[in-house]
Each structure stands twice: as structure tokens, then as C-alpha cells.
């Protein structure tokens, strides 16, 4: 059975930062669409973050663009999100997803239709 496990996620205070896991299990990430999405309380989901793990190819919302890094472990099946410069507005449970196989000059961003879904892990950014 296909697993996505989040994890890294926890309480900061503004300005601070954290990183986030994907691990796959039954799952290989390699030569796929990931992203990490959000979704706070009373708000839309919204994908934060996206990497075409067949080439590296990354898209971020402009909400995060050049305070959150995406990237990826093969070796280790394992997707990140570096979140630097965590600001309140940023408080959510963010999921990650995933979809293959794909190939590198797929596009891989919103819009995507995701075939696996984690569980979430919070992120509390407080003022």
C-alpha cells in the first residue's frame, strides 16, 4: 500500500524556520510530480510548492517564492520543504502529494491532478 509520511512540522516564532518531509513507502518519488500544499482553517488548499523529480524542475506560489526551497533526496525517497522566514500567515497543516510516472519536460505545478495524498503535518507560525 502507497504511503506518503509528512514530517518536521511544529511551533515557530516569526522569522524562524523549519523543514519538512515526504517520505514514500510501496512509492518511488523518482520521475514524479510532487508538490507540498497547504490548507489552513476556513481557507482553500493551496499548492505551495512543486518539483518535477525526473530533471529537478521546481515551481513555487507567490506567497513563498524565495522564502521556501523544494528539493529532493532520491536516495532517500524523500521530498523536502525548506520554509525560512516563516511569517503567521503561513500557519497551516501542509500535505504533500505526488503523481507518476512523469517525464522531466512534464509540467508539473497548480492545476496537476495528485494520485497520492499524505496525512499533514502542522505548522504553527506564531507573532
Known amino acids: 500500500q502507497v504511503q506518503l509520511v509528512e514530517s518536521g512540522g511544529g511551533s515557530v516564532q516569526a522569522g524562524g524556520s523549519l523543514r519538512l518531509s515526504c517520505s514514500a513507502s510501496a512509492y518511488t518519488l523518482s520521475r514524479n510530480c510532487v508538490a507540498w500544499f497547504r490548507q489552513a482553517p476556513g481557507r482553500e488548499r493551496e499548492g505551495v510548492a512543486f518539483i518535477n523529480t525526473d530533471g529537478g524542475r521546481t515551481l513555487y506560489a507567490d506567497s513563498v517564492k524565495g522564502r521556501f526551497t523544494i528539493s529532493q533526496d532520491n536516495a532517500a525517497n524523500t521530498v523536502f520543504l525548506q520554509m525560512n522566514s516563516l511569517k503567521p500567515e503561513d500557519t497551516a497543516m501542509y500535505y504533500c502529494?505526488?503523481?507518476?510516472?512523469?517525464?522531466?519536460?512534464?509540467?508539473?505545478?497548480?492545476?496537476?491532478?495528485?494520485?497520492?495524498w499524505g496525512q499533514g503535518t502542522q505548522v504553527t507560525v506564531s507573532s
Open positions: 502529494a505526488a503523481v507518476g510516472p512523469v517525464y522531466s519536460y512534464w509540467y508539473c505545478g497548480t492545476g496537476r491532478d495528485f494520485t497520492y
